[in-house]
């Protein structure tokens, strides 16, 4: 496999050439309460992945800090998951409830520096208290608390003297931070809860923020690569981990995007809603995203692998296409599966100038695949073919047989029909054919045309067997939930037949059945009584071209699309906005993916151009911002449009507002829908561009910051960027970039 050099590589190449670390130590952290998805696929394959290229190790570790929702079986679901895909964790699986007395140690290390609290408000006052992004917040009268106090309190949380919700402990940091995540954080709170493996043993449970950095750096992690969302927690992370002055080296915390595909949900908490609901059949039913339903289903842990490779690892949220994985699944299928027959809506055909039988020895694989095998195909007088590979009035372009037209038995001989036989009701029952004796496939010298070759099985031979045929669970490019279900993505053939050889096989097989698709034997369901199989996916792909295929397809027909090197289907539709978004809008090849792949969001992008004429600047924040927040949000309408964002971002282009301004503006809006420009002035986040205002500033950082002075006197180009970001966090971000940069650079060069 080619894992292309990504960001996080190149980091992690950096740290251990420079000695940083010895070792790269990684960890896949999942919290145990649900099976885990694709989503986690792409991060195990970064962990674990990264960790087997650089000859470190990657730990798996149980994330187990909410005991309300987890579970000894999602504990075996997530090893499992890991397994199949490949990957190794070594002698142990970590369990952060290992590590609940050195937590606490650390928690009563914090509060005795004075750096950590009982809070005692409610939760209502406490979420007030925080403030908002343009309002500071107001620090609880509890953290007034002595040191004594605060241990005494804590202490007697421990110990369950109180109820839920009475107290929690807090992080003594900053109530008027920018940050909101640093507005003295949670860190402990109370749950009198059984957990599963510290059975009652705890009444209080660390939060994420305080139980992850220290599990990372109890167990000597080197990179805490973690999705987006957690960006603003990295200050936390940090700020733990330095307070409680650990011995170095110590870990650092990384973000990537995490991956979201259409036309499915894939949050574990929807997951769960749709298996207890019983929209599906459980945590391994073949239609959901799940590890364990692409593994029912059939597909392979190379494809999914693939895939997570070819998608890449991204600054930037998006969506990914689902027919890209059905892409991976297809391409590895197509090189490594036998290729059968199968007749899943059986139509008898009498061949009336043939008696008795005969064997065909038919390949396995067509001449394109360097693969050797054959079997043994039976071949006698009655024969079933597909019902709709006859047509009696056949449309333009239809090469099937037809009264008139014959057509080939694949690896057989050419037949002409003869006679259509109809019940009472006109539907047809059988065809009388005749077949042509100096035709056979191979030695065919019969000389007759045919336009195609179609499936068929010996009716003698053949043996009936159950195909559960699944189309997308949700009909939408981006479903919420139950209501958005598709009522027929499941399908179930109970009377399809298949060539002998199909059976003979051993279970847990995958096969192409020609022209239908690649099928897998359900690894559960599949018994000598009722062999079940389940289709893993078509030959192409049916949502970009409807049209049944008329010839044994070989190879996928798929438009390819150069994005970063890499090779990824898309529809005509697609690759036509992609084009015009690079050529025309010289948007880069990842924004402009991005936007043509996603209808919904190339709309939104062109009706915040039809306002504002800024490509660039728009595209960037649609594929950002607005793509995360309907991520986020899939339940809500919008509650911003097109209309503002353009406002928004004329601002930045006006130069009004910095651009790291406009994504605090952004979130307001996303929660209140006004108007960025009510905000920016209800606020007073217009930008500070005055040199008179910025020159003070800096002459004050340059006090403080002598050796930084000297180094970037001294040519320390590096610098620049700390002086300009010392002076943005001065004016919490209202400063104007350019206009800092060109003072800096005045002042001290
Ligand atoms: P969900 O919201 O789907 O329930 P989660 O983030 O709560 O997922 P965790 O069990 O906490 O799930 O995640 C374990 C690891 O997998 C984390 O490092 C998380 O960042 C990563 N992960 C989860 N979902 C995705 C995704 N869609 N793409 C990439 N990584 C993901
Ligand atoms: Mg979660």
């Known amino acids: 496999m080619s894992e292309s050099k990504n960001f996080l590589r190149t980091i992690v190449e950096e740290d251990l050439k420079s000695g940083k670390y010895k070792e790269v130590v990684t960890r896949f952290p999942p919290e145990p309460n649900g099976f885990p998805h694709i989503g986690h696929a792409k991060s195990i394959f970064i962990n674990f992945g990264i960790a087997r290229d650089y000859k470190g190790h990657c730990n798996l570790r149980m994330d187990d800090t ?16 890991v397994e199949w895909l490949g990957f190794d964790w070594g002698e142990n699986v970590y369990f952060t409830s290992d590590y609940f007395p050195k937590l606490y140690d650390y928690a009563v290390k914090l509060i005795k520096m004075g750096k950590a609290y009982v809070d005692s408000l409610t939760e209502d006052e406490i979420r ?17 608390r002595t040191i004594e106090e605060n241990l005494d309190l804590f202490e007697r949380m421990k110990k369950g003297e109180f109820k839920d919700g009475e107290h929690i402990l807090r992080a003594k940091i900053d109530m008027s931070a920018a940050n909101m ?25 660390p939060m994420y923020d305080f139980a992850h950095c220290l599990s990372d750096y109890i167990e000597g992690i080197t990179h805490s690569i973690c999705t987006l969302e957690f960006e603003n927690n990295r200050d936390i ?9 650990l011995e170095l080296p110590r870990p650092y915390q990384h973000e990537f995007a995490r991956l979201g595909i259409n036309y499915t949900v894939m949050s574990k908490r929807k997951l769960l809603e749709l298996v207890e609901g019983g929209q599906v059949s459980g945590w391994d039913d073949p239609r959901l995203p799940t590890i364990a339903g692409y593994k029912r289903r059939g597909y392979t842990p190379e494809s999914i692998l693939n895939f997570c490779d070819q998608i890449g690892i991204a600054k930037a949220n998006s969506m990914v296409d689902v027919s890209q ?26 061949i009336e100038n043939y008696d008795g039988c005969e064997d065909i020895d038919a390949s396995y694989y067509p001449h394109d695949v360097p693969k050797e095998g054959y079997r043994v195909l039976p071949f006698s007088r009655e024969i079933y073919i597909e019902r709709d590979d006859f047509n009696q009035n056949p449309p333009k372009g239809y090469y099937r047989l037809t009264p008139t037209q014959p057509v080939r038995l694949r690896h057989g001989y050419i037949i002409s029909c003869k006679e259509v036989v109809k019940d009472a009701n006109g539907n047809i029952t059988e065809i009388k054919a005749e077949y042509y004796s100096n035709s056979k496939s191979g030695s065919d010298t019969s000389g007759i045309k045919v336009k195609s070759a179609i499936q068929w099985v010996s009716v003698k031979d053949a043996k009936s067997v159950e195909v559960r045929i699944y189309d997308r669970l949700f009909a939408c490019v981006a479903p919420d939930g139950v209501e958005d279900i ?7 053939i109970k009377n399809a037949f298949v060539e002998p050889a199909v059976i003979t096989q051993k279970p847990d097989e995958r096969f192409q059945f020609e022209r239908e698709g690649y099928f897998y034997a359900d690894p559960i369901d599949y018994t000598d009584e009722n062999p079940v199989f389940n289709k893993i996916v078509g030959l192409k792909d049916s949502y970009s071209k409807k049209t049944k295929a008329n010839e044994p397809v070989s190879k996928p027909q798929i438009k390819k699309a150069q994005v970063d090197g890499k090779i990824a289907a898309m529809s005509e539709t697609q690759q036509l906005l992609f084009d015009k978004y690079t050529s025309e809008l010289k948007l880069n090849n990842e924004v402009s993916n991005i936007l043509a792949r996603d209808e919904y969001l190339s709309n939104f992008y062109e009706e915040t151009l039809s306002t504002l004429n800024s490509p660039v600047s728009l595209a960037n924040i649609v594929t950002n911002e607005v793509a995360r927040v309907i991520k986020e949000n899939q339940s809500d309408e919008l509650k911003f449009n097109a209309k503002q964002i353009a406002q928004l971002i ?28 009510q905000i920016v002035d209800a606020c007073g986040l217009i930008q500070i561009s005055d040199p008179s205002k910025i020159l003070p500033i800096i002459d004050e950082i340059i006090v403080k910051n002598p050796d930084n002075v000297l180094k970037f006197k001294a040519g320390n180009n590096k610098l620049l960027g700390f002086f300009v970001g010392q002076v943005l966090k001065a004016t919490n971000g209202k400063a104007n970039p350019k206009v800092v940069n060109e003072l800096v650079v005045q002042k001290l060069k």
Request: glycine share 4%; proline share 5%.
């Open 66 to 81: 909410n005991p309300t929702k987890e579970d000894l079986k999602y504990v075996e679901a997530l090893k499992d998951a």
């Open 128 to 144: 007030e208290y925080r403030g908002t992004v343009t309002q500071v917040g107001k620090r609880s009268k509890y953290a007034k």
């Open 181 to 205: 995540k640093m507005r003295d954080p949670l860190l402990y709170r109370i749950r009198h809860t059984h957990h599963f493996r510290a059975a009652n043993e705890w009444y209080i449970y």
């Open 237 to 245: 992370y940090n700020w733990v981990l330095d307070e409680l002055g």
């Open 325 to 350: 994985l059905e892409f991976c699944i297809r391409d590895d299928l197509n090189k490594k599966v036998p290729r059968v027959m199968c007749v899943l809506d059986p139509l008898k055909v009498t």
């Open 486 to 492: 598709n009522p027929d993505s499941l399908q179930v």
């Open 650 to 677: 004329k601002m930045v282009d006006d130069e009004i507002i910095s651009s790291k301004i406009a994504k605090q503006v952004f979130e307001t809006m996303t929660k209140s829908g006004e108007d960025p420009t």
